[in-house]
């Protein structure tokens, strides 16, 4: 008998993460503005956004093999509970007190540390969440969340900023943050799961636990593929980001309000291919051969997107978020199934340094490249590296990479 996607579970982790979505892109969106407002300092802002990184380098692989000993329910609740007061004492400081850069400074660093474990928690614990064959529907749904809910909330957020002021979107937020955790804590995990416990722990443990999940991922070549692969395109995504900007606020006849709507085509893609991606089932012997398409046709897209006139580089975005959504699914899908449960937390720990140490080095190169090369190439030699890496990584190991998807 087919198993039914919207369970008890599902349903609650689904309500929660709507809440934690809400309030993290309205809170989100007041900070973006608190630091420039009070400090008036371009270097103070992206100061804040750098520190913000640092955790999830480091974090999620020291807490991975606590989170895979001990129940993950745990680390999910008790980290939003965490992170709801956090940010009601900021919205209380900020009402009565004056804003103190330092320790905004040390309340950032400490917010990246819970966001970086709370991100891996949910990744762990939702394929446990999702019925058995129904992994690409329970996908589908969590990728349709933020972008839907993210367009809904921005214009909502700029008004309940002019209204209420940073402080009490902070305070909102962290009660949306209280109230996430209150619905996860319905949630019924297996017996397995609930059963988990932490003893006799120690270093030397804690040591082979890591060396338990380095051996793993050695003997998996397809997933070592894929997650490289990922981290690649991660970091060139992220940075020719600046590129886009610069492009837009520089060449003769565009316009920062045209290079907005990028995010508008994007989002009409991704939400269509989510879509569509929940009703639809490809077969596992076709996946691999899917994702390869969509990477290799994503990058040519990147490859020929400034080239393009400009309706046409919105259909461009749209088509390449519609692909992205659909492959991005599939791939975790299988990723999550692929991986054993007991190694989840420390695999997807190890997946995202990757994509963070990714994403610092293609910023800082593609920075540089930035500055001698014409912002059109530059963006066309991103997409080659990516075609190439696509190549590499997923076609030329395919049947390694097939695995992963085919189990």
């Known amino acids: 008998m087919k198993n039914k996607l919207f369970t008890r579970n599902f349903i609650l982790v689904t309500i929660a993460t709507i809440f934690g979505a809400i309030g993290g892109i309205a809170g989100s969106f007041a900070l973006s503005f608190l630091v420039f407002d009070e400090t008036g300092s371009t270097l103070a802002s992206a100061i804040i956004m750098s520190i913000q990184i640092i955790p999830y380098v480091f974090v999620p692989v020291i807490i991975a093999p606590f989170m895979d000993r001990l129940p993950r329910k745990a680390f999910l609740v008790g980290g939003d509970i965490v992170n709801g007061f956090i940010y009601i004492a900021t919205g209380v400081w900020l009402l009565y007190f004056d804003f103190s850069y330092i ?28 019925p058995k064959g129904e992994e690409e529907k329970g996908y589908s749904v969590s990728s349709m969340l933020y972008p839907v809910l ?15 002021g940073v402080a009490l979107i902070l305070v909102l937020q962290g009660i949306l943050s209280l109230a996430a955790a209150f619905t996860e804590s319905f949630i019924k995990l297996p017996q397995k799961e609930e ?64 290079y907005s709507f990028f995010s508008v085509a994007e989002f009409v893609g991704r939400s269509l291919g989510s879509a569509l991606q929940y009703r639809i089932n490809i077969p596992k012997e076709k996946k691999h051969g899917f994702v390869l398409f969509v990477y290799q046709v994503y990058e040519l897209m990147d490859m020929c997107l400034l080239w393009l006139p ?71 030699i991103c997409g080659a590296v990516g075609f190439i890496s696509s190549a590499f990584f997923i076609w030329a190991r395919g049947k390694d990479v097939r695995k992963v998807y085919e189990k």
């Open 103 to 130: 320790a905004y400074l040390m309340v950032s660093m400490l917010l990246a540390c819970l966001s970086s474990v709370d991100e891996l928690a949910y990744k762990s614990i939702y394929p446990e969440l999702i």
């Open 310 to 380: 400009y309706p046409l580089m919105l259909v461009n975005r749209a088509v390449c978020g519609f692909l992205g959504s659909n492959s991005s699914i599939v791939r975790t899908a299988a990723v999550q199934r692929y991986i054993p449960e007991e190694l989840r937390a420390r695999i997807n720990a190890f997946s995202d340094v990757f994509i963070c140490f990714s994403i610092g080095i293609f910023s800082l190169l593609i920075g540089i490249l930035g500055e001698f090369v014409d912002y059109r190439l530059c963006v066309t």
């Open 195 to 258: 059963g988990k416990t932490l003893e006799a722990y120690s270093i030397r443990q804690w040591m082979q636990d890591i060396k338990e999940a380095v051996k793993y991922l050695k003997e998996e070549r397809g997933l070592r593929s894929i997650f490289t692969y990922v981290a690649i395109t991660n970091g060139l995504a992220n940075g020719f980001g600046p590129i886009l900007i610069a492009f837009f606020r520089t060449f003769p006849g565009m316009t920062a309000a045209m």
């Open 150 to 164: 993210k367009v809904l909330m921005l214009p909502l957020s700029a008004v309940l900023l002019g209204v209420l």
